[in-house]
């Protein structure tokens, strides 16, 4: 089974779900203009769609009216964020590179822009994003709604890049945000939910543009744990995938190179090798399937990569699933993972996908996973899309509370307004300016007004 390499791993995941069970959508089916989210779990018939072509005709479409509307992006949150029985406003046509400035390296785009397009067209002016999320599909809005974040100790989410910002009030008002101009909308905006009203442009700091290399390997979970923090400094990037009913981890360190671009796509043997290898783990009991995924793991060799910052950052996801995942202080973030991977495999969950663990820095926004004064350890749990994820994150969830966990605003979750307050200083804060600037509620949906008010 040589060949087999952390990417095919990660890539082909969902392969291995052979017995899933579909989850029930969100909202009824019925109706004339149906929406559904990335992975397939949130439905949604909205009463109509706007498109608006510039920000003018958005505001007009604003101030005339009344009634629940929604913005959208890539609909890749997990968490019912979008859906609503008023209009959904799809950001889509106000996307694209709008300016940049070459001696500050920022750079100003349309808020419906994906990640994934932002890269080249940054390249072509001589900069680079200073990270980026695993999947480069969302939009910047909705990643940065959502305190969307990549990994590494030296940064905050991409909400913390953002240098200012345009905002369209429910009422059709136009607002330029920015630290200098109202530093509290502007530490609220930058991760909003979309509760606030509708962004439509985003300046975002860069960086001269730069190539990565990737190194990528398998090694027991406690070695890596004991050597995290060491190889988080040491690395611009450091995390690890642990592997359910395993002792291994796959291992990814990622740093500034000058060499030459290499990072050809794998094999199909490498491909082959792989199908066949999560097929048989699959079909083994959870009880049983430990030496299996652990000869499985010594067998992956070691791979380096070396690309443009933005390709080796992100991937092509293009097995869907959903996914829970909480930010804990980093002080507790080993022994939350301990927990779950030994709840993992006492209870004998039957999971193949491998989790995710990484470092993200502190930032001053009011409500993303790492606002406040202490840097925090992220960690994912995943459900492809064809089962049930509610059984196993359900189990998982409470542990992540008993470490101080707080939730990533499109992962799924079941927290509301009362145990939000306890997690955020400033959550009350985020209450009373949205009061203001939407009293009558026109950005609140049934999943919101659980967040924000009941």
């Known amino acids: ?133 695993d999947i480069d599909r969302q939009t910047l809005a909705g990643a940065t709604a959502t305190a969307t974040h990549g990994t590494g100790i030296g940064f905050t989410c991409l909400s913390g890049f953002v240098t200012s910002l345009r905002l369209i009030t429910p009422n059709g008002e136009a607002i330029d945000v920015s630290a200098e101009k109202n530093p509290d909308l ?91 290898a999560m097929k048989g783990w699959a079909l083994v009991a959870p009880r049983f399937r430990k030496p299996l995924v652990n000869g499985l793991a010594k067998m992956i060799g070691p791979t380096e990569a070396v690309d443009e910052s933005y390709k080796i950052l992100s991937n092509i996801r293009n097995n869907r699933f959903n996914e829970m995942e909480y930010s804990v202080p980093l002080e507790n973030g080993a022994k939350c993972l301990r927990e779950v991977l030994r709840t993992i495999t006492e209870k004998e969950i039957d999971v193949v996908f491998p989790l995710e663990y990484r470092y993200v820095s502190r930032d001053d926004t009011w409500l993303s996973m790492s606002a406040g004064e202490e840097d925090h350890a992220a960690i994912s749990i995943h459900r492809t899309s064809e089962e049930d994820y509610r059984p196993y994150f359900d189990l998982i969830e409470p542990i992540f509370w008993k470490y101080g966990g707080r939730p990533h605003w499109g992962k799924v979750h079941s927290l509301g307004a009362k145990e939000l307050t306890r997690l955020y200083p400033h959550f009350k804060d985020f209450q009373e300016l949205r009061r203001r600037l939407d009293p009558a509620n026109r950005m609140l949906n049934e999943h919101l007004r659980k967040l924000f008010i009941a």
Not at 117 to 130: E, I, W
Not at 225 to 252: C, G, I, N, V
Request: hydrophobic share 40%.
């Open 186 to 276: 502007f530490n609220a905006a930058r991760v909003s939910l979309g509760a606030l009203g509708v962004v439509t442009s985003m300046t975002v700091q860069n960086r001269n543009n730069y190539r990565l290399k990737a190194k990528s390997w398998a090694q027991p979970i406690e070695e890596v744990l004991e050597s995290f923090d060491e190889q988080a400094a040491k690395h611009r990037h450091f995390e690890m995938f642990p592997l359910t009913h395993s002792d291994y981890a796959l291992t990814l360190a990622i740093d500034e190179t000058d060499e030459e671009i290499n990072n050809p796509p794998p094999s199909e043997e490498e491909a082959a090798a792989f199908d066949l």
């Open 1 to 133: 089974m040589a060949g087999l390499t952390r990417r095919n791993l990660l890539a082909g995941c969902a392969l291995s779900a052979l017995y899933g069970i579909a989850r029930p959508g969100y909202g009824d089916t019925a109706g004339s203009l149906p929406w559904r989210n990335w992975s397939g779990g949130i439905v949604a018939n909205p009463k109509g769609r706007v498109a608006p072509a510039s920000e003018a005709e958005l505001m007009e479409f604003l101030a005339s009216t009344t009634g629940p509307v929604r913005p959208v992006g890539s609909g890749h949150s997990f968490t019912p964020l979008v859906p609503t029985d008023g209009h959904l406003i799809v950001i889509d046509r106000l996307a694209g590179l709008q300016n940049h400035d070459p001696g500050a390296l920022t750079a100003t785009f349309g808020a419906g822009t994906r990640l994934g397009d932002m890269g080249p067209a940054l390249a072509n002016v001589g900069q680079g994003m200073l990270n980026l999320p």
